[in-house]
């Protein structure tokens, strides 16, 4: 199946700072990418969708200044959590689907555990 | 509001015996639903589908779903549970702008 690479797997970052995660899809193009966040046993909360060459759509509740989304190509989309706090460590996962619509699976990264200490 | 449930948070079963991951859904139009598996520290990996076409759907790792629109349900299912398939497992249904929407989360705990 489509691989979808996210990177970095874990980071550990001081409080104010920002953190860039990138998501790759690494055998298709994807013109959108779904950005997740995931509280321990909890479901997956979508954050936004990240549209190529234009702007993310953020969720109801999503603070777009803090939660920086780029898609500059058709592989590539990056999250950037900005002045991060304690509050914000969390599971943060990327997905990504084919062409095809709602009928098509969508493929995930391996997910990206923040911790703001 | 569209919407899936998973109404168990965790199910146990011995292995080798049948498994059920209960999920219903409350969806307008043809429903596309999907299961997804979870393990520890990584992201979902798709197991299968239903779009159209036979209600049994066939996936990855011996793992079924039967779609019945009568029940609105969508449950997963596997034969002959392994330890390995210890894990968790998120329903899910594509909506507008091609999202996709997850229920809870039903954790399988797979025992010898």
């Known amino acids: 199946g489509a691989v979808v690479s996210q990177h970095p797997s874990r980071v550990i970052c001081k409080s104010g700072t920002s953190v860039k995660i990138e998501c790759r899809s690494l055998d298709f193009q994807a013109t959108t990418m779904f950005w997740y966040r995931q509280f321990p046993k909890q479901s997956l909360m979508l954050m936004a969708t990240s549209n190529e060459g234009s702007k993310a759509t953020y969720e109801q509740g999503v603070e777009k200044d803090k939660f920086l989304i780029n898609h500059a190509s058709l592989t590539l989309s990056t999250l950037t959590v900005t002045s991060a706090h304690p509050e914000d460590s969390s599971f943060y996962i990327c997905?990504?689907?084919?062409?095809?619509?709602?009928?098509?699976?969508?493929?995930f990264g391996q997910g990206t555990r923040l911790t703001v200490v | 509001a569209q919407s899936v449930a998973q109404p168990e948070d965790q199910v146990n079963v011995a292995e080798g015996n049948p498994l059920t991951v209960k999920c219903t859904y409350s969806v307008s139009g043809n429903p596309y639903l999907f299961w997804y598996v979870q393990y520890p520290n990584r992201g979902l990996q798709f197991l299968l589908k239903y779009i159209t076409g036979d209600n049994l759907v066939k996936g990855s790792y011996g793992f079924e779903a039967e779609f019945n629109k009568s029940q609105t349900s969508f449950h997963l299912k596997k034969p002959s549970a392994l330890v390995s398939d210890s894990a968790l497992y998120f329903c899910a249904f594509s909506g507008g702008g091609n999202k996709l929407t997850f229920g809870t989360g039903t954790q399988l705990k797979v025992e010898l």
């Open positions: 997905s990504a689907r084919a062409t095809g619509g709602r009928s098509t699976e969508a493929f």
